[in-house]
């Protein structure tokens, strides 16, 4: 009997679809066996216009709602190919009702420390102090107090294509990756349609702002000069080099054991090597 609920997402390029293959792919078998999932990965774009490639691949899960496969589900659950589960998270269906959209609210705006740290560290890329600026910026009304990742989400075909074509089509990228590609005009559209179910937020953790908030010193993006090599000399004082890399594996992976879903958001890729699985103790995740 064919399942009423998949797991979709897109890995298009060899960087991409590797990486999938290799950490995600078993990874995520794993919980779509345990829950009742199909699972699909779909290796090429679903839009190959000149529009479509101008711009981001994120914008692409806007169309999945209507591709052949999709009308057999009740439920789509769309997880961005850069997520890897936990073996104790639950199923994220549960409680969402089939007409809403479940997701988890971006903690952006009420973590204090990751917009001082952010404005601190990279003042270019931060241009946003509340979530009515955060539309605002966009050219939407500023008449939302909440955003949320569109990184994971639950979605029923039946209720949610229309809607999700229409940001698809109706709304063009900004510029670079501080845009946040389709989540302004796709946050904005579902909140105003009332369209919103809240999720538990360990349904999408982003291992950026995690480390922004309570890691700052593992964070691999650019700082102001000097400032990176500051805090690792400080560290060091401390710690010896092989000691720092095993911090930093530790870090990662105590966000991992506190998270169902962990979001390698952004070029973080290749750190989906250092999760520790099957880690059975806290002597696991420290070694």
Not at 148 to 167: A, D, K, Q, W
Request: charged content about 25%; some cysteine.
């Amino acid at each position: 009997m064919k399942n009423q609920k998949v797991i979709v997402t897109i890995a298009t390029g060899e960087k991409y679809y590797t990486a999938w293959k290799k950490f995600c792919e078993p990874n995520w078998k794993q919980y779509a066996d345990k829950y009742g999932f199909d699972l699909v990965c779909l290796e090429h774009p679903l839009d190959t216009s000149e529009r479509a490639r101008a711009r981001s691949m994120s914008w692409q899960k806007c169309l999945i709602m209507g591709q052949d496969f999709a009308g057999s589900y009740d439920q789509i659950v769309w997880i961005d190919s850069d997520i890897m589960f936990n073996a104790c998270a639950p199923d994220i269906t549960v409680g969402v009702p089939l007409d809403k959209v479940g997701v988890v609210e971006d903690p952006m705006f009420s973590h204090v420390a990751f917009l001082k740290r952010g404005f601190k560290l990279w003042p270019e890329a931060v241009i946003n102090h509340t979530p009515q600026e955060y539309y605002s910026n966009y050219g939407l009304p500023a008449d939302c107090d909440k955003i949320f990742n569109p990184g994971v989400m639950v979605l029923s075909p039946r209720f949610h294509r229309t809607i999700l074509e229409h940001v698809y089509y109706a709304y063009e990228e900004k510029g670079g990756r501080e845009w946040h590609m389709e989540q302004r005009p796709l946050c904005y559209e579902l909140l105003k349609a009332g369209k919103v179910h809240w999720i538990d937020p360990r349904f999408n953790v982003v291992l950026q702002y995690e480390e922004l908030v309570h890691y700052p010193f593992l964070q691999p993006e650019p700082a102001p000069k000097g400032l990176r090599a500051r805090i690792e000399r400080k560290i060091q004082t401390v710690v010896n080099s092989s000691s720092l890399r095993t911090l930093r594996t530790a870090a990662l992976n105590t966000v991992f054991q506190s998270s169902f879903f962990l979001h390698f958001s952004g070029d973080r890729i290749e750190e989906m090597k250092m999760v520790k699985q099957r880690a059975t103790s806290w002597w696991d995740v420290l070694t």
